[in-house]
């Protein structure tokens, strides 16, 4: 089985990935983590990285390569990735959401490695900026690349609002409906 995970900035993807790969015992992969990877490579932070990947699409080649090989070769893992599903068709598509406001104030506090080499913004506000910017660049670069809207929930199989809960809350709903649904 894989599962790809995608979703709004904030929904907890990365740690829900990981708790989920742990909990399955499948391998977890983060294509976030390979683009930052790549950003540093060009000396940029990652909202300079991905402005520029709008107009490059090698940058985005080389990720859905990346994605698409691991697809290929492994089986039992959880792919990370804002279009994995995409490049791993044959996975589970889940796709988590949240509300802006809390989605911002989950990144502005989160203190993670991951987001060390981000952008540093003032306050709250500015992160919904941010996040807004990002999720424009994102619609921008893969409607342009790859004909496809990465928000049109028909692309999913499992949609979960984790606005009001808790990654290991998203963790058991999700091992629920895989359970369920006869996946598991």
């Not at 929904?11 to 909990?23: D, E, F, I, N």
């Not at 589970?92 to 989160?110: M, Y």
């Not at 994102?138 to 199989?157: A, L, P, Q, S, V």
């Not at 809960?165 to 998203?170: G, R």
Request: with cysteine; proline share 1%.
């Amino acid at each position: 089985m894989i599962i790809s995970i995608t979703g709004d900035q904030g929904s907890g993807k990365s740690t829900v990935g990981k708790l989920l790969a742990k909990k399955l015992n499948f391998n977890y992969y983060y294509t976030g983590g390979y683009m930052r990877k790549m950003a540093e490579n060009y000396d940029m932070t990652f909202e300079e990285f991905a402005k520029y990947a709008i107009t490059h699409k090698e940058i985005d080649l080389e990720l859905d390569e990346w994605q698409s090989q691991i697809g290929k070769k492994e089986d039992n893992l959880i792919m990370d990735g804002h279009i994995a599903w995409h490049f791993i068709p044959s996975s589970i598509k889940v796709f988590l959401k949240c509300n802006e406001e809390i989605a911002a104030k989950r990144i502005f506090n989160d203190k993670s490695s991951n987001r060390k080499k981000e952008t540093k913004v003032a306050n709250i506000n500015e992160k919904k900026e941010q996040i807004r910017m990002r999720r424009g660049s994102e619609k921008i670069r893969y409607n342009r690349f790859y004909n496809i809207e990465i928000y049109d929930m028909d692309n999913y199989n499992i949609i979960i609002d984790t606005s009001n809960m808790s990654a290991d809350e998203t963790v058991e709903r999700i091992v629920k409906l895989l359970k369920n649904s006869k996946y598991l």
